[in-house]
């Protein structure tokens, strides 16, 4: 009889801890639902961070270049150029390669001596030209109206291709082209011309007139042309500009390592000492900061390669 009453007591405990049991884990459930109703959402957070991917452009700083102002005297006075801009340059296509390639810039005028806008005193003289060539070697030119401009004012060549009003005492003015130098005793603002032009302003007999001139940008339909000079070659080479509207500030070529200056010589070619760039692409800026950038000029000396661009006028 004692035997029957602790079994069914003992059915009676095992059933009291079966609920219990139940129970426990059906409040546990609940509760871990409530807190996962409470709880952020980390995935949706993590996903909503994730950066989005944004084109930009190629932006290069141009450098300022020195720049000049004449004095009362007549002699430029160097002064510092504006702080320079960034000018946003954007990637080339990968589909296509143009070229040329024409980047403006909003620099000061990188020019030397001889600035836009300034009006110069001197002397006028005459010589004999022959076929137009000169120190410049732009080679023969295609009318007489050209002029060889002093040593100072030459600068080593940075007067080349320029265009330049003259105007004499007399009211009589004329164009001409700067394709040579004068040495001294040429004076700085002395302007030796060719007799062809000499002889529109005064007459040849008169030798030496008083004069004031300017720079010019003006109208053209030639465009600009490149050429190597005579014996250039992978290791050496040395390359010009011909027929610019503006004159030429700097020449560069590119490298493996980027772009690259190459230094002006007084014969108006801009040499490759050590044949670095040499045949490949080609930049020119003009006095204005305007850039324009050429591909496909072959390495063939003493070939004038047109590039079908030319500077804006000013």
């Known amino acids: 009889m004692q035997t029957a009453r602790q079994a069914a007591r003992q059915r009676r405990h095992r059933r009291r801890l079966i609920l219990g049991t139940t129970l426990a884990l059906t409040a546990?459930?609940?509760l871990a639902y409530l807190v996962m109703g409470v709880l952020p959402d980390h995935r949706a957070d993590?996903?909503?961070?994730?950066?989005?991917?944004?084109?930009?452009?190629?932006?290069?700083?141009?450098?300022?270049?020195t720049t000049s102002t004449p004095s009362a005297s007549g002699t430029p006075t160097p002064t510092s150029s504006p702080s320079p801009t960034a000018t946003a340059k954007a990637r080339p296509s990968a589909t296509s390669t143009p070229r040329s390639q024409r980047?403006?810039?909003?620099?000061?005028?990188?020019?030397?001596?001889?600035?836009?806008?300034n009006t110069y005193t001197g002397?006028?003289?005459?010589?004999?030209?022959?076929?137009?060539n000169g120190a410049c070697l732009l080679g023969p030119s295609p009318d007489l109206m050209?002029?060889?401009?002093?040593?100072?004012?030459?600068?080593t060549s940075r007067a080349c291709g320029a265009y330049v009003l003259v105007r004499a005492a007399n009211g009589k003015s004329i164009t001409v082209r700067i394709t040579n130098e004068c040495p001294l005793p040429c004076a700085p603002g002395?302007?030796?011309?060719?007799?062809?032009?000499?002889?529109?302003?005064?007459?040849?007999?008169?030798?030496?007139i008083p004069i004031t001139w300017q720079l010019l940008s003006p109208s053209t339909s030639e465009t600009m042309s490149l050429r190597y000079k005579t014996g250039?070659?992978?290791?050496?080479?040395?390359?010009?500009?011909?027929?610019?509207?503006?004159?030429?500030?700097?020449?560069?070529?590119?490298?493996?390592?980027?772009?690259?200056?190459?230094?002006?010589?007084?014969?108006?070619?801009f040499v490759s000492a050590d044949g670095?760039?040499?045949?490949?692409?080609?930049?020119?800026?003009?006095?204005?900061g305007e850039r324009l950038t050429v591909n496909g000029i072959a390495l063939r000396p003493d070939v004038a390669q047109p590039t079908g661009v030319q500077f804006a006028r000013h």
């Not at 050209?146 to 600068?155: F, K």
């Not at 002395?190 to 030496?208: E, H, P, T």
């Not at 670095?276 to 204005?288: A, K, P």
Request: aromatic share 8%; hydrophobic share 35%; net charge positive.
């Open 46 to 65: 993590t996903v909503a961070a994730a950066p989005t991917p944004v084109a930009t452009n190629q932006v290069k700083a141009t450098t300022p270049a």
């Open 28 to 30: 546990a459930s609940a």
């Open 232 to 269: 250039s070659n992978p290791y050496w080479c040395a390359v010009q500009a011909i027929g610019h509207r503006n004159p030429v500030a700097r020449l560069e070529v590119q490298t493996g390592g980027g772009w690259r200056q190459l230094p002006r010589t007084e014969y108006n070619y």
């Open 146 to 155: 050209i002029a060889a401009m002093n040593t100072t004012d030459y600068e």
């Open 276 to 288: 670095s760039g040499c045949g490949g692409s080609i930049r020119v800026t003009d006095i204005y």
């Open 190 to 208: 002395q302007i030796d011309l060719s007799q062809q032009a000499f002889a529109k302003l005064a007459d040849l007999k008169v030798g030496r």
């Open 123 to 132: 002397v006028a003289t005459a010589y004999e030209a022959a076929d137009g």
């Open 103 to 117: 980047t403006a810039t909003t620099t000061a005028p990188s020019a030397g001596r001889i600035r836009p806008g």
